[in-house]
């Protein structure tokens, strides 16, 4: 084997050699990424590499080598850590023995990847990966790897070490043994882990047979990026998915040819001798725009440059910055003008700048030609609901030149940010816009909803005509309602029901989908105020989501200055009926949990750990974490355990998912605040399920915290 491998890899080098000279400018695309598996994760056909993709990036790939086809969502929170999701259709295994229960579906499977950089790549050492494959899944799958990457010329070579399926070649001794012990000899999984899967199973990790594998991709000059790959396979095919495959060779290969520059990809290789394999994957970097924005002047009329003036009235001040606000979609709420302090003060709110700096950017480049000289300062303050956010002070001569000069330091010494006023449009209550109530605005767009996986199918969908409505009354008292209306769907094809021994406080989803195609999906009303500088409350009432309605409440403490918060929620909530109308069901309990909140801003990290009773009458705890970026992107896991047992949770064993949040604005050549949800859970069932209530007060308070003001000086002028 040492040999065909050696002999592999310096026969490649050889050849490649030969073409060296290629430079940046034979190519069209100047950045090529790195090459796709047909597992989803970066890496060459069927083996890994030790390559990840830059922080933010999000990675969908659609593979297909028979028996399998995968579906892989792979996010990277961090450039040294690189986490999929995947979701696999074995063709040669139905999903069950009984044609009643199944059919003829095949068998899906579900896991969780996982790859770290332990080294990064230098001149003279290469990059080094630690990978775990079927993380927390049903173990078909599973290997564990040591993989070392390094780029010479136009190749990237890359050679390393597994266990579990990817070893069982076994070509090596297990080095673990020697290392770590005899019981790394044998890779057996503990007797109480079920066959629900979707257990950690640590005892396996780099256990029994070993083998080494490695490969190259190469950039071929002049054609516009196809890379040409061909690796040394070290799976024998004996065990995984569950039943043997032909293999004629241990050499696979493949070409990837980009389809639009550094995001779609199409691969085709040659694998195991005998087998075509067909690859197309798109990538992402959602922390950065795929669009270059389009900057925004606003620069004003002359006649209305009072800038120009040494003084001029307070009220043509005020009607001048109201005008020329509201035409860039900056909305003043009240304002005050303090000649004998030199200072104009102003509350605003906004829909378009999900960055705070953006923001008060925005608002400054306006106010700083409609108010005449005599002002040196603006006190800038953004509200939600009724309540004020933070309060920026701006220092205007200072705070213009550092803007021009893109100066970090100066930015610093010209801003002074605090907690906003507890009452601000009293506070600051000079000139007030009327603003009638109640006030309504509404959005109608088509939307889509999924269900994957199962015995009845393998994808079932709704084309749906989603309804967005918000009036409010006050301030402080607002109504949401979200509704829609099935275009198409094939919902109707589903049949398997709730085989849990919990109350079916989730499960019975197929009946929801099926008699709900019509549907309020909610329609919620809530009361929010901010009782102290840190201490804010609300009050819900309706129906919450697809599954329950109810009232209750929430409260949380955040002080501005920190980079934590508490909170406590409890509802009363009662199971609604399929239709998803205004009927309910018999079944209601009280839910409610206490929740803390901790973000870690060198790493960016938010953390939330939220304990107490779900809808099914279990309790216990739920961590979540999430790797958050500058424009909004969240990307983040989480995971439940309450007190059930694995049994009675059932498939899956355990609760745990991940989502991601993405900025609007990244695919617009404008600025947006809103974010788009995104989330997948391996299985739906009913143990550690809380309620959803729109409008959480961590979500409300974004804006209420220092950290988005911390070493942020570049959003000011970017």
């Known amino acids: 084997m040492f040999k065909k491998l050696f002999c592999l890899l310096f026969s490649v080098n050889l050849i490649l050699s030969l073409k060296a000279e290629g430079s940046v400018n034979d190519y069209i695309y100047p950045n090529y990424g790195h090459t796709t598996s047909q597992h989803g994760t970066l890496g060459l056909i069927q083996t890994p590499s030790a390559r990840l993709n830059e922080a933010g990036t999000t990675t969908f790939v659609f593979s297909r080598t028979q028996p399998y086809k995968r579906g892989v969502i792979l996010a990277n929170p961090f450039d040294w850590l690189e986490a999929g999701y995947r979701y696999v259709d074995i063709a040669h295994t139905l999903y069950s023995n009984s044609f009643e229960f199944s059919g003829d579906q095949t068998l899906k499977d579900k896991g969780f990847d996982l790859k770290v950089r332990l080294l990064k790549e230098t001149y003279h050492f290469p990059q080094i990966a630690l990978g775990l494959r079927d993380l927390a899944g049903t173990g078909r799958f599973s290997s564990e790897f040591i993989v070392a990457s390094k780029k010479v010329g136009n190749g990237d070579y890359s050679l390393g070490i597994a266990t579990g399926y990817l070893g069982s070649n076994a070509n090596i001794s297990n080095p673990f043994i020697k290392l770590l012990g005899q019981d790394f000899k044998n890779r057996t999984r503990k007797?109480?882990?079920?066959?629900?899967?979707?257990?950690?199973?640590?005892?396996?990790?780099?256990?029994?047979?070993?083998?080494?594998?490695?490969?190259?991709?190469?950039?071929?000059?002049?054609?516009?990026?196809?890379?040409?790959?061909?690796?040394?396979?070290?799976?024998?095919?004996?065990?995984?998915?569950?039943?043997?495959?032909?293999?004629?060779?241990?050499?696979?290969?493949?070409?990837?040819?980009?389809?639009?520059?550094?995001?779609?990809?199409?691969?085709?290789?040659?694998?195991?001798?005998?087998?075509?394999?067909?690859?197309?994957?798109?990538?992402?970097?959602?922390?950065?725009?795929?669009?270059?924005?389009?900057?925004?002047?606003?620069?004003?009329?002359?006649?209305?440059?009072?800038?120009?003036?040494?003084?001029?009235?307070?009220?043509?001040?005020?009607?001048?910055?109201?005008?020329?606000?509201?035409?860039?979609?900056?909305?003043?709420?009240?304002?005050?003008?303090?000649?004998?302090?030199?200072?104009?003060?102003?509350?605003?709110?906004?829909?378009?700048?999900?960055?705070?700096?953006?923001?008060?950017?925005?608002?400054?480049?306006?106010?700083?030609?409609?108010?005449?000289?005599?002002?040196?300062?603006?006190?800038?303050?953004?509200?939600?609901?009724?309540?004020?956010?933070?309060?920026?002070?701006?220092?205007?001569?200072?705070?213009?030149?550092?803007?021009?000069?893109?100066?970090?330091?100066?930015?610093?010494?010209?801003?002074?940010?605090?907690?906003?006023?507890?009452?601000?449009?009293?506070?600051?209550?000079?000139?007030?816009?009327?603003?009638?109530?109640?006030?309504?605005?509404?959005?109608?767009?088509?939307?889509?909803?999924?269900?994957?996986?199962?015995?009845?199918?393998?994808?079932?969908?709704?084309?749906?005509?989603?309804?967005?409505?918000?009036?409010?009354?006050?301030?402080?008292?607002?109504?949401?309602?979200?509704?829609?209306?099935?275009?198409?769907?094939?919902?109707?094809?589903?049949?398997?029901?709730?085989?849990?021994?919990?109350?079916?406080?989730?499960?019975?989803?197929?009946?929801?989908?099926?008699?709900?195609?019509?549907?309020i999906l909610r329609s919620q009303i809530n009361f929010v105020d901010k009782i102290d500088n840190n201490l804010f409350i609300k009050l819900s009432g309706g129906l919450f989501e697809e599954m329950f309605g109810g009232f209750g409440g929430e409260i949380l403490y955040r002080p501005f200055a920190q980079n934590y918060a508490i909170g406590a929620e409890i509802y009363w909530a009662k199971q609604r009926n399929y239709e998803q109308d205004f009927g309910f069901q018999s079944y209601e309990t009280v839910t409610g949990h206490v929740n803390f909140y901790y973000s870690e801003p060198r790493s960016k990290l938010l953390f939330r750990l939220a304990g107490g009773k779900y809808l099914a009458g279990d309790s216990g705890f739920t961590l979540d974490i999430a790797r958050y970026f500058d424009n909004g992107l969240e990307i983040g896991a989480y995971v439940s355990q309450t007190d059930i047992s694995t049994a009675e949770f059932g498939e899956g064993s355990f609760d745990k998912g991940f989502y991601l949040h993405i900025p609007i604005e990244v695919f617009l050549p404008t600025t947006a605040k809103h974010r788009s949800f995104f989330g997948l859970r391996p299985i739906t069932r009913d143990g550690a399920a809380r309620i959803f209530v729109g409008s959480p007060l961590y979500s409300l308070t974004a804006g209420h915290s220092y950290l988005n003001f911390d070493n942020q000086e570049y959003e000011y002028y970017k």
Request: glycine fraction near 6%; charge should be neutral; hydrophobic fraction near 35%.
């Open 191 to 519: 007797g109480s882990r079920g066959s629900a899967g979707g257990e950690f199973a640590p005892e396996t990790w780099f256990h029994g047979e070993a083998s080494i594998f490695g490969g190259v991709s190469y950039v071929v000059p002049y054609t516009r990026g196809i890379k040409f790959k061909i690796e040394y396979d070290s799976n024998n095919y004996l065990r995984e998915g569950g039943k043997p495959l032909e293999k004629d060779s241990d050499f696979n290969f493949g070409i990837e040819i980009p389809i639009s520059k550094n995001n779609f990809v199409f691969g085709i290789s040659y694998e195991r001798g005998n087998t075509i394999g067909l690859n197309l994957s798109f990538s992402a970097n959602l922390s950065k725009n795929f669009i270059k924005k389009i900057k925004t002047n606003r620069q004003i009329p002359k006649k209305f440059q009072y800038s120009k003036n040494y003084n001029v009235d307070s009220f043509s001040i005020y009607t001048n910055s109201l005008k020329h606000l509201r035409d860039n979609n900056l909305y003043l709420q009240s304002m005050e003008v303090s000649k004998q302090d030199n200072e104009t003060s102003v509350v605003f709110s906004q829909p378009s700048f999900y960055n705070k700096p953006e923001a008060i950017t925005a608002v400054f480049e306006v106010l700083d030609q409609t108010n005449p000289q005599i002002i040196e300062k603006f006190s800038l303050e953004e509200i939600t609901a009724s309540f004020s956010n933070y309060k920026v002070v701006v220092d205007r001569e200072k705070f213009r030149n550092a803007i021009q000069a893109h100066d970090d330091y100066g930015l610093k010494q010209a801003i002074d940010v605090t907690s906003g006023s507890l009452k601000p449009l009293i506070d600051i209550s000079e000139f007030t816009p009327e603003l009638k109530f109640p006030y309504a605005h509404w959005n109608l767009s088509p939307a889509v909803r999924n269900h994957i996986g199962g015995p009845d199918g393998f994808y079932f969908g709704q084309a749906w005509l989603r309804l967005d409505a918000e009036i409010a009354f006050t301030r402080k008292i607002f109504w949401k309602t979200i509704a829609g209306v099935s275009l198409v769907d094939n919902f109707d094809n589903l049949k398997l029901g709730s085989d849990s021994v919990l109350q079916h406080v989730r499960t019975d989803i197929v009946k929801y989908l099926k008699q709900g195609k019509n549907n």
